[in-house]
């Protein structure tokens, strides 16, 4: 099973060309489901899994407390396993096809006002060269609404100040184009300029955003940033690295952009995933119908 799962990585690797969080994702969500089958049901082979097996190793995952998102997720990579397995012959049938997922709970993602956008934003102090450097990366992160992967991953040859644009790989690989607002480009400016060297040090990298040793910074590095920036501008919201591209969305309907275009510099393969954002819009229209309308 082991092996046929290493086959079935390297099938979504070389040949579906999935992002290395995704790939991460499948791998351990089937490590659980071969564990389990191994273990509690004492299979030895995939062509021994009916769709009871599988049922019941759901009914575990919701005894362990997982969400039904969660859940949904490791149908998914379960599903997708056991087609891979059809169509290398490796089974004579899928145990999946009469399982439906979960529906999942939606939650409103959690977003910034824009007075606590702006307090985050003036948070760093841009006379010192980490501050310049974390005044450049919420900039970007706000002006664009990229996910932090694909912040972390920029290198010099992906932003382009004199034509006001950046360019970033999101998942499956595909290429977005997106514009930069005028703030945006004055940080970044003065980040390439005036500190991005200092950082550097001696070293020869393409990576557009360092950490003090020089090197790429990564996701938990800008973690902390995000956490002690917040808690210095005095956000009490729960703050995460996808906060930005959540307010960066939001706001920008609540001005009146067009869905699509939202969508398309979000990265969304489906409109239905941007829609989201249209529920928080409304839901914060109520509010503050609710907070001044005389007769609310």
């Known amino acids: ?22 790939i991460v994702s499948y791998e351990r969500d089937l490590k659980a489901y071969i564990q389990y089958i191994n273990k509690v049901e004492e299979l030895t082979s995939f062509n021994e899994v009916t769709r009871a097996t599988i049922l019941q190793f759901l009914k575990f995952l919701h005894e362990k407390g997982k969400s039904s998102k969660t859940i949904a997720r490791h149908i998914a990579s379960i599903r997708s396993l056991h087609q891979f397995l059809l169509r290398e012959k490796v089974t004579t049938q899928d145990p999946t096809v009469h399982i439906d997922s979960p529906k999942p709970q939606q939650k409103l993602p959690q977003v910034l006002s824009v007075e606590e956008v702006q307090a985050l934003l003036d948070s760093p102090d841009t006379s010192k060269t980490f501050g310049a450097r974390d005044k450049a990366m919420l900039e970007l992160l706000y002006a664009t609404g990229i996910r932090v992967s694909e912040l972390i991953s920029l290198n010099l040859s992906d932003v382009h100040l004199t034509m006001g644009f950046v360019r970033c790989i999101g998942k499956g690989n595909k290429e977005r184009i997106i514009p930069l607002g005028k703030m945006a480009q004055e940080a970044i400016h003065t980040y390439i300029e005036e500190n991005r060297n200092k950082l550097k040090k ?42 930005l591209r959540h307010s960066f969305a939001t ?44 007769r609310a």
């Open 251 to 294: 706001h920008l309907l609540e001005n009146g952009a067009d869905l699509r275009a939202v969508q398309e510099m979000l990265g969304h393969a489906d409109i239905s995933t941007t829609q989201i954002y249209t529920h928080v819009t409304k839901t914060r229209l109520k509010d503050v119908y609710s907070k001044f309308h005389p």
């Open 202 to 243: 001696k070293k020869i990298t393409d990576a557009f955003f360092l950490n003090h040793h020089g090197n790429r910074l990564t996701r938990q590095g800008f973690w902390k940033i995000l956490k002690k920036l917040s808690k210095e501008a005095g956000i009490e919201k729960d703050l995460t690295p996808h906060t």
């Open 1 to 22: 099973m082991q092996d046929q799962l290493k086959d079935f990585i390297h099938f979504l690797v070389v040949e579906k060309g999935l992002a290395e969080n995704t």
